[in-house]
């Protein structure tokens, strides 16, 4: 049996270990170690074997007193039963990181996902409240951004580039450029979508679909801008960045090729486009390259492209969601992930997650723990409070676990 996960207890029971990296795109796509637990607990390539053994510490952020929770405000929520869900009574801390935890069936979902999310999307619509949301107090909250991991975009026309929002201002910077005013090309010029320089043969898509006859269509790279998605044209125009009198610098579809890490280094006078692309490459997604297709990412790497853009703002109106952000991701990943969820929080946002992943919920300013079971056996708010509080907790059976991860000596804290 072949199993392919993350997830640390599943690994554990593995006979024979295979795994691939050292990072992730370009900079994976090897076997760095090989072996049985033991052997791979021990060698140094591994990047999972410390977390596998224990001997990788249990990170955990500073975090305010369990007094001070609350003193950014509140939203309030009452509901009446729902599914098996008992009428419950809903308190998260504004501003703050709070994990929803419990068994599988206990209610997380019902409670935040078909509650608390259209209750507040109501509110911020000055719509009526759903018929089993009994009362809402959420003042000041207007948005509500339901972060999930499905792909981004139905085609493939959605690049990071695009998505990140910085093809426009790179369209607007080589139309600027000598090269462009001489043949009067202006921004819409370098759309790969509809200006005049896409490549005419994909229409810009890089990608063509032939029609094999009584076989279904076949999808291949275009072979005439070999996935470049630009005509031949584009390639006359370079841009030089301000200040820098070296050699000209990369052409538009040149710099679509490019990383993220890459790019930054040739946009250096474009502070708005440098500023998006440091936050990828801050959230571990240096290595995509600009023109690759949204809809083809994975999960973990979808998931934080959608946070990056939300992290350049103010974010005081706003609720952020997240059901299982951890999923799928490897426990380096999941780090990532909580540091784009404190940044988040640091520019005003409340972060609601759903968890299971006991060094997220070790990692919440606030833990809504439902249960005690699944079912007609959970569907109450058995434990609340800091996560120490509700590690503390007889009635939840989270505690326990949670209380064993705070407990381990290596549990430190990030930041000072
Ligand atoms: N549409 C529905 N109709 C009837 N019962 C439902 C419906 N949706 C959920 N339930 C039931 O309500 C209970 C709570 O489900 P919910 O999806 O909220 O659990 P959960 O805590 O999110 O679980 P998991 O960790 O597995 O995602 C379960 O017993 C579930 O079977
Ligand atoms: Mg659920
Ligand atoms: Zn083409």
């Known amino acids: 049996m072949v199993v392919v996960d993350h997830d640390t207890q599943v690994l554990r029971q593995a006979d024979w270990f295979i795994e691939i990296g050292p990072g992730s795109g370009r900079d994976g796509g090897t076997v760095i170690a090989e072996g049985t637990l033991a052997g791979i607990g021990g060698d140094k390539n591994s990047r999972i074997g410390g977390f596998l053994t224990g001997r990788e510490d249990i990170l955990v952020r500073a975090r305010p007193d369990a007094d001070d929770v609350f003193k950014t405000g509140r939203i309030q929520v009452r509901t009446a039963p729902l599914h098996t869900v008992h009428a419950l009574d809903l308190d998260i801390p504004r501003g703050r990181l709070t994990a929803v935890s419990?068994?599988?069936?206990s209610g997380k979902t019902t409670l935040v996902l078909?509650?608390?999310?259209?209750?507040?999307?109501?509110?911020?619509?000055?719509?009526?409240?759903?018929?089993?949301?009994?009362?809402?107090?959420?003042?000041?909250?207007?948005?509500?951004?339901?972060?999930?991991?499905?792909?981004?975009?139905?085609?493939?026309?959605?690049?990071?580039?695009?998505?990140?929002?910085?093809?426009?201002d790179l369209r607007r910077a080589y139309a600027a450029t000598p090269a462009a005013r001489d043949r009067g090309l202006k921004a819409g010029d370098f759309s790969y979508n509809t200006g005049s320089l896409r490549c005419p043969t994909c229409e810009g898509t890089g990608h063509i679909e032939l029609d094999v006859q009584f076989l279904p269509d076949v999808d291949i790279v275009c072979p005439d801008c070999e996935g470049r998605r630009y005509a031949p044209e584009a390639d006359a125009i370079r841009r030089t960045p301000q200040g820098s009198d070296d050699e000209p610098g990369p052409t538009l579809p040149e710099l679509l090729a490019c990383t993220v890490a890459q790019a930054v280094e040739h946009v250096g006078d474009l502070k708005k486009v440098r500023s998006r692309l440091q936050i990828l490459q801050d959230l571990g997604l240096g290595y995509l390259t600009l023109g690759?297709?949204?809809?083809?990412?994975?999960?973990?790497?979808?998931?934080?492209?959608?946070?990056?853009?939300?992290?350049?703002?103010d974010q005081h109106d706003a609720l952020f969601v997240l059901d299982e952000p951890s999923v799928g991701l490897h426990p380096l990943d999941v780090r990532v992930l909580l540091t784009v969820l404190e940044r988040l929080v640091d520019h005003g946002a409340t972060v609601v997650f759903i968890e299971h992943d006991l060094e997220m919920i070790a990692n919440a300013d606030h833990v809504v723990d439902l249960g005690p079971g699944g079912g007609v056996d959970g569907g109450r708010i058995v434990a609340t409070g800091t996560p120490e509080q509700v590690a503390h907790s007889a009635d939840s059976v989270t505690s326990r676990y949670l209380r064993d991860v705070l407990n381990r000596p290596s549990a430190r804290r990030s930041r000072p």
């Open 102 to 105: 419990g068994a599988s069936g």
């Open 114 to 168: 078909e509650s608390l999310v259209p209750a507040l999307k109501a509110h911020a619509a000055g719509a009526e409240l759903p018929s089993h949301v009994r009362e809402l107090i959420a003042d000041g909250i207007t948005r509500v951004n339901v972060v999930d991991a499905s792909p981004i975009g139905i085609n493939v026309r959605s690049t990071v580039a695009t998505y990140s929002g910085v093809l426009d």
């Open 292 to 313: 690759e297709a949204t809809p083809a990412l994975s999960g973990g790497e979808t998931q934080r492209l959608k946070l990056a853009s939300e992290l350049d703002r």
